[in-house]
């Protein structure tokens, strides 16, 4: 049994408390939040101690939840690994690449587990995609938001976008050769809307639209390689796939439909599958895989490596961003 307390009980600190109290083997101890009314609605709700102190809470524990603020995310993520707990911590990791990449040297020290909350990975949809051979050229990627107050502490990259940038780092194993980006601040102080086209060295291309300032919703990812096309929609919790197969594997793909085409490479069959999305409560199977991974001593899913390349690649899109409006504002200035 692992024995958990939460850090934050805001709004999707409330819905973290719901979550582990569904997942087997682990225990929620209690939580630590200073706002008095976040408080009164859990200890109401769920009948739980809530501490006065952050100390208090890590001595009662072997791991922590992390779900406050991104500001707050390194001193309460460095307090905790150096009591020697385990990490489950909300994306983005940290405020700051160099702040996640302090806290790399400090689990190196303590050996502990850390997890990053970058809930897409169990998405239904990403999930109906584990037994696929992804390799693509080429990415499209929309995520579209109505406005909404909360979160607008930090610019839409790091709001909406960083959630496609892992699963893109995630599918594609180059590196990053460049980052071309732009974006624009519309009703707060960092950009609302943001375009980025990230060229990885294998010769992959990403273009990624991210904005919370959209009339609809709209989370779709659609993956071009070279024998097919996968089509993700996080929102409606759906993929697509249509592949393409030589004539010669007809007999193979048995009774499922296919169309038969003529390319620049001969005859060639197209297959149409629209694999089975398993419902899923995403939040619950991250913590249930966090649980796992402390108690079998196993990799993360998500790990500490994996949220610092994300948040460093979305740090690298909004300094370019940051400079391109400096230089637009300069220049009309001078006009």
């Known amino acids: 049994?692992?024995?958990?307390?939460?850090?934050?009980?805001?709004?999707?600190?409330?819905?973290?408390?719901?979550?582990?109290?569904?997942?087997?083997?682990?225990?929620?101890?209690?939580f630590f939040?200073?706002?008095?009314?976040?408080?009164a609605k859990i200890t109401a709700a769920y009948k739980i101690q809530r501490f006065d102190s952050v100390d208090k809470l890590l001595d009662a524990v072997d791991a922590v939840d992390i779900v406050t603020p991104t500001i707050t995310h390194f001193e309460l993520a460095k307090q905790a690994i150096s009591k020697g707990k385990h990490v489950f911590i909300e994306k983005p990791i940290t405020e700051k690449p160099e702040q996640a990449k302090a806290l790399l040297e400090l689990v190196k020290e303590h050996q502990v587990k850390v997890q990053v909350g970058h809930v897409e990975r169990f998405n239904p949809a990403m999930l109906a995609l584990k037994e696929e051979n992804l390799n693509p050229m080429f990415i499209e990627v929309h995520r579209l938001a109505t406005f909404n107050p909360r979160g607008t502490d930090v610019s839409v990259v790091l709001d909406l976008m960083i959630h496609d940038l892992?699963?893109?780092?995630?599918?594609?194993?180059?590196?990053?050769?460049?980052?071309h980006a732009t974006g624009v601040a519309v009703v707060s102080h960092t950009a609302d809307l943001s375009n980025a086209r990230i060229e990885f060295e294998n010769g992959c291309v990403a273009n990624v639209t991210a904005s919370r300032?959209?009339?609809?919703?709209?989370?779709?990812?659609?993956?071009?390689?070279?024998?097919?096309?996968?089509?993700?929609?996080?929102?409606?919790?759906?993929?697509?796939?249509?592949?393409?197969?030589?004539?010669?594997?007809?007999e193979k793909l048995g009774d499922i439909p296919v169309l038969e085409i003529e390319t620049a490479k001969g005859q060639k069959l197209i297959k149409m599958d629209m694999p089975k999305v398993e419902p899923v409560n995403a939040i619950q199977?991250?913590?249930?895989?966090?649980?796992?991974?402390?108690?079998?001593?196993?990799?993360?899913?998500?790990?500490?490596?994996?949220?610092?390349?994300?948040?460093?690649?979305?740090?690298?899109?909004?300094?370019?961003?940051?400079?391109?409006?400096?230089?637009?504002?300069?220049?009309?200035?001078?006009?």
């Not at 892992?166 to 980052?179: C, E, F, Q, R």
């Not at 697509?240 to 010669?248: N, Q």
């Open 1 to 30: 049994m692992l024995k958990i307390g939460v850090l934050g009980v805001g709004h999707l600190g409330r819905i973290h408390v719901k979550c582990i109290n569904l997942v087997p083997n682990l225990k929620l101890v209690g």
């Open 33 to 39: 939040d200073p706002n008095d009314a976040n408080a």
């Open 166 to 179: 892992d699963i893109i780092l995630n599918i594609v194993k180059s590196p990053v050769k460049h980052v």
């Open 213 to 250: 300032l959209s009339m609809k919703q709209m989370r779709k990812v659609r993956l071009f390689q070279n024998d097919g096309y996968i089509s993700l929609d996080f929102l409606d919790k759906k993929a697509e796939i249509i592949s393409l197969h030589d004539i010669s594997e007809k």
């Open 285 to 335: 199977m991250e913590l249930a895989t966090f649980t796992e991974s402390v108690l079998n001593n196993k990799t993360p899913k998500v790990t500490l490596e994996d949220g610092y390349r994300a948040l460093d690649l979305a740090y690298q899109i909004s300094e370019i961003i940051e400079q391109k409006n400096k230089e637009f504002i300069t220049v009309n200035s001078v006009e």
